[in-house]
């Protein structure tokens, strides 16, 4: 598992220095979108680990997780669609 959150962190820092060179409130967007993409995977992580193990807690920490990861990126497609209709 944490070679796969590593694989994808790499991922990630290669995208947006990429995207850091080419537009800087498009790197400030994917930045927060990855956010949201690996709490959102945390979480599923966890509740599997919670059901794996039987634990209570673990699953309703991930649930927790990931349905603020939701409401975070709905947050942010309320702001992506703010600033479209400003400009």
Known sequence: MQKFLLGVSLTA???????????EDTVEELRERLEHASDEVVGKVQQAKGSLTGDTEDKVEGAAKEAKSAVEDKAQDVKDAAQKAAE
């Open 13 to 23: 820092n290669a995208v947006l220095g990429y995207l850091l060179l080419k537009d």
